[in-house]
């Protein structure tokens, strides 16, 4: 994609593809609005929140949102068990959980790619490593490990980044490597050899550019299992821990209402379904788009 | 090998070149086929000539030149050019000396980054070598490009945008900015439509003039071979069966195989002035996979013998000049 729209940009570039772009379906407009707006919120949680999200009012526990008679001014969607607002808190959770799943994408995806290089550059033993621990990583039942390394080594903030951060690399590293193997093979790969360059040049000036649509797709695809995992970590109690929230841990909290204050967990639950839902709309959408045999 | 002593010291000197390829296995734990695309290679090169290799496709041309650039690494042989035995270069020796020796694509548009536009890519060699100063040398490239016919506002595109005589222009570019003393040219017209072909053969010919470069030029195209060569080797099978100089090949084909491949040549008159059958070779080339015992040629060669299946000729040098490998030149001619 990103060739055609340089291309574009430049003044006698043939016809741009940046048109045919825009004409997505309906859904994965609603997808692409959504993820806007999600984005938004993560970016400004804190300005949009209309009460801390930690300040409690004992007075007011467990009101119901805007649409029940017993709802109360000022809290739209109402609030949790320690009279917390919950758009606040939710406004600050679904911040949380984007910026841990966007984090742990990205290591995820900088761990996969450059071990996945260096796997299509080395070949043979490197190879043969790299391959293995993609295999044995794919076989793994990760949330049981994670759910096994938090227990051991007890929560930390960076230990439950790291492990996000490990969730999805191997896909990466598949994908990179496959994709850098057969452009090593193209004439321009030959070509810049020729001329002298050394191996980084030929890796980060040529290559990556070349390839980095399908890394991106499958970015937009990895991210909603990250969140997935994370939101299942905190509802399990193993990942985000109070009094910080995260969607998951604001699940798990709703839980124990789900009988008598339903919207305590219901709420957070539909951000995240939407949420991952809209994400894998649009990774598709964007594959499709990208990849000329599914054209 | 052809270096008398009266020669210039030759500029590239190739001894026993050979590449051999491993093939999957058959049988697994089965042995592992070796395919033979190139062996016992040998020639020099004199600074400012053009040497043709020939033969049909698959025979090693291009493996040739990709030895020849260290592209590849050889399963057995020696380079040494400028004197300077490459053989043993380590990878950083080899990068630093590619500024000497450039490669012509066949297919320039796959040999173009996509995603850069023509100017920057030439301007890449002067970047890795470090020629000039860093903001003179998109102007260095931009006039480079202009003295192959690619000026104005053709050196900001991408090369999507160009024609194929254009992308093989900005291909010549490239290698020639770097001001190198050999360059490979693999089949470098073969892609493009007969009416562009002259133009780049004309262009490679005057660049080879302006800058006194050397060519290995590779081709089964032997309308141009005429054309640029001053000598022709022609493969077989992986091996050199001929190298002469351009009028004695073209006009007295020695080895059966050339005198196949050039054909019914109609001013083809042998020494004793007698008109060159021509020959008519039998079936296809064999597997490179599977060569033949003896000489490669043997079971289509019409003039083929026992000795000839059972001993592999050896190129040795003609009376009148030129090397042939054949056990029975001198009776054919
Ligand atoms: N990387 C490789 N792995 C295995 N076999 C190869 C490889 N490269 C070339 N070969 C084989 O080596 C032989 C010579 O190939 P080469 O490309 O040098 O031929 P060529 O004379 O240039 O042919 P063409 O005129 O079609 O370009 C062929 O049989 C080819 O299949
Ligand atoms: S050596 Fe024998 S088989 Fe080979 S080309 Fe000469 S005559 Fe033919
Ligand atoms: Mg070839």
């Known amino acids: 994609m990103s060739a055609e729209t340089v291309a574009s940009a430049k003044p006698e570039a043939p016809a741009p593809r940046g048109e045919r772009f825009w004409r997505m379906p309906i859904l994965v407009w609603l997808a692409a609005g959504f993820l806007v707006l999600v984005a938004v919120i993560a970016t400004f949680a804190q300005v949009l929140m209309p009460y801390g999200y930690e300040d ?139 001329l002298g360059a050394r191996p980084w040049r030929l890796y980060v000036r040529h290559i990556l550019p070349n390839v980095i649509g399908p890394l991106i797709v499958q970015l937009t695809l990895n991210f909603p299992q990250t969140i997935l995992l994370e939101t299942s970590l905190s509802f399990l109690g193993l990942g985000i821990q109070p009094p910080l929230t995260s969607l998951g841990q604001m699940l798990g909290e709703g839980r124990d209402y789900l009988l008598t204050s339903w919207w305590l967990a219901v709420i957070p639950g539909a951000v995240i379904f939407i949420t991952t839902l809209s994400m894998s709309l649009f990774g598709d959408w964007l594959r499709t788009r990208l990849d000329p045999t599914q054209r | 090998m052809n270096g008398t002593s009266h020669e210039p010291a030759p500029i590239l000197r190739v001894q026993g070149l050979a590449k051999r390829f491993p093939m999957p296995r058959e049988r697994l734990f089965g042995p ?46 020696a380079i040494a050019f400028e004197g300077e035995d490459l053989s043993h270069a380590n990878a950083a020796r080899w990068r630093a000396r590619r500024r000497d020796l450039q490669l012509i694509f066949q297919d320039s548009r796959g040999a173009l980054d996509p995603r850069l536009t023509i100017d920057r890519q030439v301007a890449e060699g002067l970047d890795i ?156 080339p064999p597997s490179p996979l599977f060569p033949p015992q003896g000489c490669a040629l043997n079971p289509r060669c019409p003039f083929a013998t026992d000795q000839c299946r059972q001993e592999r000729p050896d190129l040795r040098p003609l009376p009148g000049g030129g090397f042939v490998a054949c056990h029975h030149v001198e009776n054919l001619l």
Not at chain 1, 183 to 191: D, S
């Open chain 2, 129 to 284: 070598h470090r020629i000039g100063a860093p903001s003179d040398r998109l102007e260095k490239a931009r006039q480079m490009l202009d003295s192959v016919g690619l000026g104005g506002h053709l050196m900001g595109r991408y090369p999507h945008e160009l024609s194929g005589g254009q992308q093989q222009r900005a291909v010549i570019a490239r290698a020639l900015v770097l001001e190198p003393k050999l360059v490979v040219c693999d089949e470098p017209v073969a892609a493009l439509d007969v009416s562009v072909q002259a133009q780049v053969v004309n262009l490679l010919q005057d660049l080879q003039r302006t800058y006194g470069l050397t060519y290995l030029f590779i081709s089964h195209d032997l309308s141009v071979v005429r054309h640029v060569a001053d000598r022709v080797a022609v493969m077989y099978l992986g091996r050199f069966v001929e190298v002469a100089s351009r009028d004695a090949l073209f006009s007295q084909p020695a080895h059966p195989y050339s005198r196949a491949l050039i054909g019914a040549v109609p001013a083809a008159r042998s020494r004793h002035g007698r008109r060159v059958q021509p020959v008519a070779l039998h079936g296809e």
């Open chain 1, 56 to 194: 409690t009012n004992l007075l007011f526990r467990l009101k119901p949102p805007f649409w029940s008679s017993l709802s109360i001014e000022g809290h739209v969607l109402g609030t949790d068990k320690l009279g917390r607002d919950l758009l606040s808190r939710l406004l600050v959770a679904t911040q949380v959980s984007i910026a841990l799943a966007l984090l742990g994408t990205l290591i995820g995806a900088v761990l996969g790619t450059v071990l996945g290089v260096l796997a299509a550059h080395y070949g043979r033993l490197v190879d043969e490593i790299v391959m293995m621990l993609v295999d044995w990583q794919a076989a793994m039942p990760f949330l049981i490990i994670a759910l096994a390394v938090l227990a051991f080594f007890g929560n930390n903030f960076y230990l439950f980044l790291a492990l996000m951060g490990l969730a999805g690399w191997e896909t990466y590293a598949r994908l990179t490597r496959g994709l850098v193997l057969s452009a090593k093979e193209q004439g321009y790969a030959v070509a810049v050899r020729a």
């Open chain 2, 32 to 77: 592992r086929p070796m395919l033979t695309a190139v062996a016992d290679v040998s020639f020099d090169l004199t600074a400012g000539e053009t040497l043709a290799v020939v033969g049909e496709s698959g025979c090693g041309k291009s493996t040739v030149g990709n030895l020849v650039l260290n592209l590849l690494a050889p399963s057995a042989g």
